[in-house]
C-alpha cells in the first residue's frame, strides 16, 4: 500500500510541470488493465503496467495528427495476424486531453510495433470503446520508449 502511494506521488510530482499531463491523471482513476503482446497476455507487475499506461497516455496526448483511413475489423486483423503489436484494453474508459484534438476516450489501444503503421519517426495509434475508432492517431513520440519499456520487462 504504501510502495503504491509513493508511485502514485512520484507520478503527480512528475506531471506537475505539464497541465495537460495533471489533468490526464486526474481524469483516469483507474488503471486496471490486461496488456497483450501479440494477443498474448503479459503477466506484468503493477509498476510495468502503470509504465506502459503512462506513456502510452503521454504518446496519444502528444498526438500530431490523425490518419485518414477508415479502420475495419479487416484492417485490424490483419496487423493482429501480421505484425507485432501491443493492446492495451482497461477496465473502464479511460479519456485523455490531446495537444491537438482535446479530449478523447478509449477503453483500449493498440499500438503496432512491425509495419507500415509502426515507423519510428511516425507511428499509429489505434484506439477506441468498443471498436477501434476511424482517424487513428498519428504520433512522432513514444515509439521508441515503448519498444524499450517491453524489451525491459520480463513477461
Known amino acids: 500500500m504504501t510502495r503504491s502511494l509513493l508511485l502514485l506521488l512520484a507520478l503527480k510530482i512528475l506531471l506537475i510541470p505539464g497541465c495537460e499531463r495533471r ?37 496519444l496526448a502528444e498526438g500530431e495528427d490523425r490518419h485518414t483511413i477508415k479502420v475495419t475489423s479487416e484492417l485490424i486483423n490483419k496487423i493482429k495476424e501480421n505484425e507485432q503489436f501491443l493492446e492495451i484494453s482497461f477496465q473502464n474508459n479511460r479519456f485523455v486531453m490531446t495537444d491537438k484534438y482535446g479530449k478523447i476516450e478509449f477503453r483500449k489501444v493498440m499500438i503496432p510495433l512491425s ?31 515503448l519498444q524499450e519499456l517491453l524489451i525491459g520487462m520480463e513477461y
Open 23 to 59: 489533468h490526464n491523471a486526474e481524469l483516469n482513476t483507474s488503471n486496471q488493465a490486461n496488456v497483450y503482446l501479440k494477443g498474448t497476455l503479459l503477466h506484468l507487475s503493477y509498476e510495468e503496467i502503470n509504465s506502459i499506461i503512462k506513456q502510452t497516455d503521454n504518446t
Open 115 to 145: 509495419g507500415q503503421y509502426a515507423q519510428p519517426g511516425s507511428f499509429t495509434v489505434f484506439y477506441g470503446t468498443s471498436g477501434y475508432t476511424d482517424s487513428p492517431m498519428i504520433c512522432s513520440n513514444g515509439y521508441k520508449e
